[in-house]
């Protein structure tokens, strides 16, 4: 891996040609990459930007890989991570916080926590602290950015962020993540002249383009939002800013700001009658769930803000006089602090965030309005789709990018060299499109290399797949089946164990009838959405001989259990996205009038990735040793199970078999590698 890519990007005829590099697990490929990329930025005297999928995998390969490449080579090389600006702290605005009085002893606490944090850190990146659940303390004394800087600030030549991005200037690697990348991109190439990019766990920077394209206007929070700004002008509230802020012109500027939220207040609340009576219909009759979504066609959403340009116009004017004037009455108010107490401040500092925030989501709606609705200028399509509740009072819009076509080439990599794209997981099969159509990359002018994978899987692992499974649409038949199929293998197999699903309704539907029949003091149950944050549950089950760990999503991938902490995986189904989510829909009408297969060219790849990811859990290192349980017979019983099959590794021993005879099989396994590890 080191060999290629330094001939890649030493070599003028490769050098801009994008390569993308599936190596495996256990490779080595943090240090696969890095090491040539080393020699790579000393030759050429030009940076590499790496990004990969999370703030955890910024950290190791800031606190792991990096020290060791520094061992290795005859030169030192420097790398710095870069986070969003909400990672770091603005010193000025905690500054001010402390000369605030604090009722909540949580908030004290981590004021005290910060100030001695303040004597040991380097970088002020708030995540160093660890603090759980995202305080709301934080948002008053993070960082707004580098525009928020001003050269008057206190702590100016201190101030943590500026500093960071003066040191970029002289580190050889940039650390960020996907969706940093991608709103940063045009940073990067300006500042860097086009640096080296590097995209870890390649598979999902299209993900990341899509979420950071999302825009979403929620009329009901949005209206109570305005209600309790109107509450704090109210004279007659006795804890409200009016009452503390009378004199002249504070209290004349403050009623007229309520005069227009009232105005505010009434024009949006009839917007929101105009749009649920205008796609009434679409939504059809009862309600099976709290809330249902509904595709706008780009037609009838232009055709409703055409017909409603006027209501528009008036509630963007109100906007903007409340923002100029809330911006002209912050100065007056700030220049003359020696006439108010610090409870009046404190009042005033909270009505101008949240007037503030209100400004903010308006611009939301206002972004969502002006989405380009055509593929141009590289911006990709965008689709529409509005939720709606059962009672028909509470509605949201969303805009999103339907496709990274034409968006990343353009908006990304067009700021870089030709990138490389590494990952453990990439490929479906070598000849699906879909991981180029997904990074939005031509094939013809790509190269590709697949490593192989130096462990023993034929000793070292064994996949079951039960052929008695009942339908996987029939719910409570599936239901029943995976209970009775767990509590056969949990008994029979008393090692730690990972059960994979593809909902949190299926998990919780599970989980209360495995717990009702195995005692917790006898076999630990842990459960996504039931039994604590995903941090909190990896460590419990860490900490455990022999736990069983349900999880879904997040859980296929990113989660390192290597040796004896993980040994049993089960698989409860495939992991097919669900055809009724919007986007998926969206998806496959784009394939069709393409004249594409929506499933082979989506949904097959798509599972079959998400399958690699979950059995990646597994085998981590060359002494590791498991077995995989897949509980849905279509692996066997439908044409596409053998597609799937075929891209798992080739001496991976398979049983297909009742879970009976799996479960002797595996007893067996387990018994054999018991006695292989025996002195």
């Known amino acids: 891996m080191m060999n290629l890519i330094y001939k890649q990007y030493t070599t003028p005829e490769s050098a801009e040609q994008p390569l993308i590099v599936e ?43 990096i020290p060791l490449l520094n061992r290795m080579l005859p030169f030192s090389v420097h790398a710095e991570v870069v986070k969003g600006s909400r990672h770091y702290l603005d010193l000025t605005r905690f500054k001010t916080s402390l000369d605030e009085p604090e009722r909540s002893k949580q908030s004290q606490l981590i004021r005290l926590r910060l100030l001695v944090w303040l004597t040991q850190t380097t970088t002020g990146d708030l995540d160093e602290l660890h603090l759980r659940n995202d305080p709301p303390y934080l948002s008053a004394v993070c960082h707004r950015g580098l525009d928020s800087l001003s050269t008057s600030d206190p702590f100016y030549e201190d101030d943590f962020l500026r500093r960071l991005y003066q040191r970029l200037k002289y580190t050889q690697f940039i650390i960020v993540n996907h969706a940093f990348l991608i709103q940063h991109a045009a940073y990067f190439g300006d500042t860097f002249q086009r640096p080296y990019l590097v995209v870890d766990e390649a598979q999902h920077l299209a993900d990341y383009a899509l979420s950071t394209q999302r825009q979403k206007f929620d009329f009901q929070v949005t209206l109570n939002a305005t209600r309790h700004l109107i509450e704090q002008l109210n004279p007659d509230n006795q804890f409200g800013l009016a009452t503390v802020v009378q004199e002249a012109p504070f209290g004349e500027q403050l009623q007229t700001m309520r005069t227009w939220l009232f105005e505010f207040d009434r024009q949006l609340d009839a917007l929101s009658g105009h749009l649920i009576q205008q796609f009434q219909q679409q939504f059809g009759g009862k309600f099976t769930t709290p809330y249902k979504e509904i595709l706008l066609e780009t037609a009838d959403w232009q055709s409703f803000l055409t017909q409603r340009a006027g209501l528009l116009e008036q509630l963007d004017i109100l906007v903007d006089k409340l923002a100029t004037t809330l911006t002209a009455l912050s100065q007056d108010f700030y220049a003359q602090t020696d006439r108010w107490l610090k409870s009046d401040e404190e009042r005033f500092m909270g009505f101008e965030t949240s007037l503030t925030k209100l400004v903010t989501v308006w611009q939301t709606f206002s972004t969502i309005r002006q989405t380009p609705t055509q593929e141009s200028n590289g911006a990709g399509a965008y689709l529409y789709w509005l939720t709606i509740s059962d009672d028909r009072t509470h509605i949201m819009v969303t805009s999103n990018l339907m496709t990274v076509q034409g968006f990343l080439s353009q908006q990304v990599y067009s700021h870089f060299q030709a990138p ?17 159509d997904q990074l939005d990359l031509n094939r013809d002018e790509v190269k590709m290399r697949r490593l192989k994978s130096d462990f ?58 495995l717990t009702a029949a195995i005692r917790q003091q006898d076999r630990l149950i842990l459960a996504q959405g039931i039994s604590g944050s995903k941090e909190k549950l990896i460590k419990r089950f860490m900490d455990e001989d022999n736990a069983v760990l349900m999880g879904a999503a997040s859980f296929w991938e990113g989660i390192d259990l290597p040796q004896e902490q993980l040994q049993l995986l089960v698989i409860a189904r495939l992991p097919f996205d669900s055809p009724e989510r919007v986007e998926t829909k969206v998806q496959f009408a784009r394939l069709k009038a393409a004249g594409k297969n929506p499933f082979y060219n989506l949904s097959l790849p798509k599972a079959t990735l998400r399958l690699r990811q979950g059995i990646g859990r597994l085998i981590r290192t060359r002494q590791d040793y498991g077995a995989v349980v897949v509980l849905d017979s279509r692996l066997v019983t439908r044409h596409y199970g053998q597609t799937i099959l075929k891209t798992l590794p080739e001496s991976l021993p398979v049983m297909t078999a009742t879970v009976p005879q799996l479960t002797a099989d595996i007893a067996k396994f387990f018994k054999n590698h018991q006695t292989k590890v025996q002195p």
């Open 420 to 436: 490389t794209f590494t990952g453990a997981t990439l490929f479906s099969s070598n000849r699906s499109q879909y991981l180029y």
């Open 456 to 513: 023993n899987f034929d000793t070292q692992a064994k996949l079951y797949i039960s052929n008695d499974a009942p339908d996987i649409h029939d719910d409570d038949a599936y239901h029943e089946y995976l209970v009775k199929t767990l509590l056969k293998l949990l008994e029979t197999v008393n090692r730690p164990t990972l059960v994979l699903f593809n909902s949190l309704e299926t998990i919780s539907a599970v989980y209360s009838k």
């Open 23 to 65: 190596a495996p697990t256990g490779t080595g490929k943090s240090l696969g990459y890095t090491l040539p990329f080393a020699y790579i930025t000393q030759r050429y005297d030009r940076q590499v930007v790496i990004a990969t999928d999370t703030v955890l995998l910024q950290t190791q390969l800031m606190d792991q890989t």
